[in-house]
């Protein structure tokens, strides 16, 4: 059956699912780290793939870039695929001065400049979180493999092409550590639907030093990230 986005059948998608941006990195990580993979979406090549990572039925897919992305996608995976935990893989780039390109930050919350959480037509403003297991698991796992590692508030932006100059200071002031483009619409859909969700980003650029990771290291900082993500999952 499917849906518009997605092939799979039901029961194809195991109930944790990794998502990296790309689609070609969910196929990577499929490639190198699954055993007994099979792919069950090639939708708008949004690949999709489930396999084995150390005897337990993990999937993993590709969610494009920015919230209604993320949001079509996970919203998906929870609603019709009874998926439970859904792992966001990314990068981001730093506000903070004590995060430094290649750490490790992992969202505890995800504040947005977003309209998504308008259809909630809530009287007030949803702080969108992590799941505290997933985030404790991440966090344990990331200090066994000695990763720098920050946990905190990301933003995520609906613009990465910002027209405003004094948009980063703004959120640099409140603490903000990165800005990503998605985590939000994935913790809000998790706290809609009662699922769990977490992001974990790798630091590719810092907005004001303006050091950026060479293409190496961004192959090194990704597959650290995933070998978080993987353990995470089967922790
Ligand atoms: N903004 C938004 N998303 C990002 C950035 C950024 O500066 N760097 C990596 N992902």
Redesign the pocket.
């Known amino acids: 059956m499917g849906t518009p986005h997605n092939g799979a059948e039901v029961g194809e998608i195991a109930k944790t699912v990794l998502m990296p941006g790309d689609p070609l990195r969910a196929k990577f990580i499929a490639e190198n780290y699954l055993e007994e993979t099979t792919c069950f979406n090639t939708v708008r090549n949004m690949f999709g793939y489930t396999g084995v990572y150390k005897g337990k039925k993990v999937s993993v897919m590709g969610h494009g870039m920015g919230m209604p992305s993320m949001g079509i996608y996970s919203y998906e995976l929870y609603d019709q695929y009874q998926v439970e935990e859904i792992i966001r893989i990314?990068?981001?780039?730093a506000l903070a001065d004590d995060v430094d390109v290649m750490d490790i930050v992992i969202a505890m919350a995800a504040s947005t400049n977003s309209n998504y959480a308008s259809q909630y037509m809530l009287p007030g403003i949803l702080a969108p979180i992590a799941d505290y297991d997933l985030l404790q698991k991440a966090v344990t796992v990331a200090k066994e493999m000695n990763c720098s590692v920050k946990v905190g508030n990301v933003l995520s932006?609906d613009t990465?092409y910002t027209d405003d100059e004094t948009f980063n200071d703004a959120w640099k002031k409140m603490h903000v550590l990165?800005?990503?483009?998605e985590a939000a619409a994935l913790y809000y859909n998790a706290a809609r639907l009662g699922k769990k969700a977490l992001c974990i980003l790798t630091i590719?650029?810092h907005?004001y030093t303006h050091k950026e990771l060479s293409a190496e290291e961004r192959q090194t900082g990704f597959r650290q990230m995933m070998e978080i993500a993987l353990k995470t999952a089967v922790s």
């Open positions: 990314g990068s981001a780039g932006s990465f990165a800005i990503e483009m590719s650029d907005l």
